[in-house]
């Protein structure tokens, strides 16, 4: 009971995560804890504590080298293995699952509520797979757009990243899951991660970059916390005491589990200094590492017994040692989640430039189209690294645009020809030769039929690669009223290069290489001469009802190649930017698109005015040498599964376009405030790169408001097919700050949604301060001609900011100035607040939107979970 008394009144708030748990499960509330409820987590946690031999409770300290996705179990006490999975976009690593649009295309539709289904949808993908622990939300600042992993995260701004984070959160712990938000913290570039240091001073770090995981903390429970590769301010992450220990834990009162990174850990002393478990195995945590250490003095067995409880805490709030975290009531392949998925890239996609008002395109009048890019057909659904997800299906933007259109319309993809040597005998008759098509070769057939007991295996050499069957002829090989899979391995033999059609009936699995494509009835390649490339054909449920499996290979022609389709169609969409080939973990990348890319637009708008440009990525790109030739312009991010079904529905009007810029779009690369001091420098005297901070919070919209340029496009910004207007400003005060209250109406001729955008200006202060700074907002969907008055809280905690000179949060000293638009750049209407007077109470000492609030919640059941 002393460690009660000393944590609780700190530790556990009353974060309230209600939501309801799908099928046989009761609903349930979670939250960190109070009252009698962790006063009796407490004592269940002291009694295993007590019951743990010193060797156990360090085997706790590190994950199982056995898988390195897991912590020690401890079978005797009843203690489990807690299993992990990657990450923010999908349950990665357990065979195929849903793959979520990314993180940044989440914040693109700037919508709490769906972000706590995006949360509550994984959350069920990770308990059908017995998932304790989710290595997610990534809560880093996009800094720069140049960084890799932008695409998992939230954008720039730290208050919307705090919101939509804090909501997926809660709607993942809700299904008995629990979060880890990361990389805390500074891990803002993935150049030299693994040893870089972030150097910034204290009010970037408070304002900024810690704000995010303190809204995990603050609303919404998290239970985990990663700690990053990279130093900040001289110290590595994972032995930084003052993050993990005076901020998080003591300041914060965080009362769950601090992990490192993989293979991040800085050395046994890490755990002296604030970390609870190194992942993935114990490598610097080890029985030996650590009984010196305790010789030696350097670790203490109370700060050991800390870090196992903080680890049973959350096991046993969660309800880990209560029951099996694995849920077969729920499908592995959930149309809900499905569905959910494609809800979120549908509202994600944000519409850039329609100029004239091309879009949406009218599908009656679209007779034929033709689809360019390297993105056509092979879609990015993720960008690169752990966040990567196999999903079961995933659909291109060229086969959601041919599902969209009604039947008699010609959807086609258009590559570029391979260019080969120039040859004289190319212009002579007899140095002609007849074309020598692909052949599909060695092919090897493959039949399996489940039976009760066992798997019937059937195996064969063809000729082709076909099967079909019908009520009164079975499948070869398959007995009548029988079902079976049937896999064909072999190889395309390529005798004379060129760009070739793999034609599909009956919609196979189809693996080309190393590369899954789906389930596409046609897929396009360009194929270089003498080459051989592994072919995969699976089909299932042969035999059921009537069908037919086929795969062949035809020469795609001339005149279906290059810019000659694009002169006779409606429209063509050019599908380019960015894959995780060039964006993902590990690496930053450049801000131009290849040139291959900027050619193909520039051709195609010049062949054909009714050019729409798709682009796919994280964060911006240059946009300057073909943005003012095209007229139509969609930023889709990365989508997940379902990318081509959400960006034909907005192509074709089905959906209207409601997204809007998480992050600004520069409009030259040096133009962005973070650019001057990115990637880093080797200092003298140091032994690693270190990345100055030096814009401070003058990043992103605030360093363009800062300097007067205009960005390409600004944060927050987004169009729509119908327009909205703003009146009616008002400002109520309340107990604890102010109702902003707004008249929303859509003026348009469509049904459409527009994001209300609440900033504060405060250019009365002593010390310099944005020109704004967001501070609330609204998702708000109206029909035609219909108004709605919004209201949005404005706190008075969310006004105070960082004193660089007194070091501590304090009030505006001047007037506060309340401005609302549709973008960061597009203010409508603007407020006066009065003048607050300071309270007459001690500077606070720590963050006043951190302080925990302990109010009475209901109490958990831990067999609900």
Not at 268 to 287: H, N, W
Not at 358 to 368: E, T
Not at 659 to 679: A, V
Not at 819 to 834: C, K
């Amino acid at each position: 009971m002393r460690h009660l008394v000393g944590i609780l009144a700190v530790l556990l708030s009353a974060v309230s995560l209600q939501a309801s748990v799908k099928g046989s499960e009761t609903p349930v509330t979670h939250y960190y804890p109070t009252g009698d409820h962790a006063a009796a987590i407490e004592r269940r946690v002291d009694h295993l504590l007590g019951k743990l031999a010193e060797e156990e409770k360090i085997s706790l300290l590190a994950g199982d080298g056995n898988d390195g996705m897991s912590t020690i179990a401890i079978p005797r006490l009843g203690i489990p293995k807690l299993v992990m999975a990657d990450g923010p976009q999908g349950v990665r690593a357990h065979g195929p699952a849903c793959s979520f649009p990314s993180g940044i295309a989440l914040a693109a539709t700037w919508d709490p509520k769906l972000a706590f289904r995006y949360g509550e949808a994984l959350g069920r993908e990770a308990r059908a797979r017995g998932i304790h622990i989710q290595l997610g939300p990534g809560v880093n600042i996009a800094r720069t757009p140049l960084n890799g992993r932008n695409f998992e995260y939230f954008g720039e701004d730290p208050f919307l990243t705090g919101k939509l984070s804090s909501e997926w959160i809660r709607g993942l712990q809700s299904q008995g899951v629990a979060a880890t938000v990361k990389h805390y913290v500074g891990n803002d570039t993935e150049w030299r991660r693994m040893e870089i240091e972030s150097v910034m001073d204290e009010q970037t770090l408070r304002e900024i970059y810690l704000h995010p995981f303190l809204k995990a903390v603050e609303s919404g429970g998290v239970w985990s916390v990663m700690s990053a590769y990279n130093k900040l301010n001289g110290f590595p992450s994972t032995s930084n005491k003052r993050l993990q220990e005076d901020i998080l834990k003591k300041e914060w009162g965080f009362p769950g589990l601090v992990m490192s990174d993989w293979w991040a850990t800085d050395s046994v002393d890490s755990i002296a200094r604030g970390l609870d478990l190194e992942m993935p195995m114990a490598y610097r945590v080890t029985k030996e590492s650590v009984s010196k250490a305790l010789q030696e003095g350097r670790l203490s067995s109370e700060r050991i017994d800390d870090a196992v409880r903080r680890l049973l805490r959350m096991a046993v709030s969660m309800g880990f040692l209560d029951r099996e975290q694995r849920r077969k009531d729920l499908p592995l392949d959930s149309p809900a989640n499905s569905a959910l998925a494609l809800e979120v890239a549908t509202k994600s996609i944000v519409l850039l430039k329609n100029d004239p008002a091309m879009l949406p395109l009218d599908k009656a009048k679209m007779h034929r189209v033709v689809v360019y890019g390297p993105n056509a057909q092979d879609t990015p659904a993720v960008g690169g690294g752990s966040g990567g997800v196999t999903p079961f299906r995933k659909v291109s933007f060229l086969e959601g645009i041919r599902k969209a259109l009604p039947e008699g319309a010609e959807v086609f993809y258009a590559p570029t020809r391979i260019k080969k040597p120039f040859s004289l005998f190319d212009f002579l008759e007899y140095g002609k030769s007849v074309p020598i098509l692909p052949r599909i070769t060695g092919i090897r057939k493959m039949t399996s039929i489940d039976q009760p007991n066992f798997t019937r295996i059937n195996t064969s050499t063809e000729r082709a690669i076909g099967i079909s069957w019908g009520k009164n002829y079975p499948a070869e090989n398959v007995p009548k009223g029988r079902e079976a899979r049937i896999t064909w391995d072999a190889e395309i033999e390529v005798p004379q290069g060129g760009i070739y059609e793999l034609v599909a009936e009956g919609h196979p699995e189809i693996r080309l290489g190393d590369r899954e494509l789906g389930n596409p009835d046609s897929y396009v390649m360009p194929l270089e001469q003498g080459s051989r490339i592994p072919l995969k054909i699976t089909a299932s449920e042969v035999g059921r009802g009537s069908g037919r499996v086929s795969v062949k290979i035809i020469p795609v022609a001339e005149e279906a190649t290059g810019l000659f389709p694009a002169k006779s169609a409606d429209a063509a969409v050019v599908c380019v930017g960015l894959t995780p080939e060039v964006e993902g973990e590990g690496f930053d990348r450049g801000f131009a698109l290849p040139i291959s890319q900027q050619l193909l637009i520039k051709q195609v708008c010049e062949a054909n005015p009714h050019t729409i440009v798709v682009l796919s990525g994280g964060a911006g790109v240059d946009m300057r040498p073909w943005i003012s030739k095209v007229p139509a312009v969609l930023q889709t991010w990365y989508l997940g599964q379902e990318a081509g079904t959400a960006l034909a529905s907005v192509l074709f009007g089905d959906t209207n376009p409601s997204g809007h810029l998480p992050c600004t779009f520069d409009r030259t690369i040096d133009e962005n405030p973070s650019f001057r001091h990115y990637p880093g420098t080797f200092p003298e005297g140091k032994e690693w790169p270190v990345v100055d901070y030096h814009e401070g919070i003058f990043y992103g919209y605030r360093g363009y408001d800062r300097s007067g340029l205009e960005p390409l496009f600004p944060f927050g910004f987004g169009l729509s097919y119908t327009s909205f207007d703003l009146s009616g400003l008002t400002a109520s005060p309340t107990s604890d700050g102010h109702i902003i209250n707004v008249d929303l109406a859509n003026t348009g001729t469509r049904f459409g949604a527009s994001v209300i955008q609440l900033y504060i200006s405060l250019t009365g202060e002593s010390t310099l301060r944005p020109l704004r700074e967001l501070k609330g907002f609204r998702r708000v969907e109206l029909n035609s001609g219909e108004s709605k008055k919004i209201t949005i809280s404005l706190p008075d905690s969310s006004l105070m900011y960082w004193h660089p000179v007194k070091n501590q949060w304090v009030m505006p000293e001047g007037q506060v100035s309340v401005e609302v638009g549709f973008s960061e750049r597009d203010i409508r209407m603007t407020a006066l607040l009065p003048k607050i007077e300071p309270p007459m109470l001690d500077p606070p000492k720590s963050d006043p939107m951190g302080s925990v609030s302990l109010r009475p919640v209901p109490s958990l059941s831990t067999n609900a979970l």
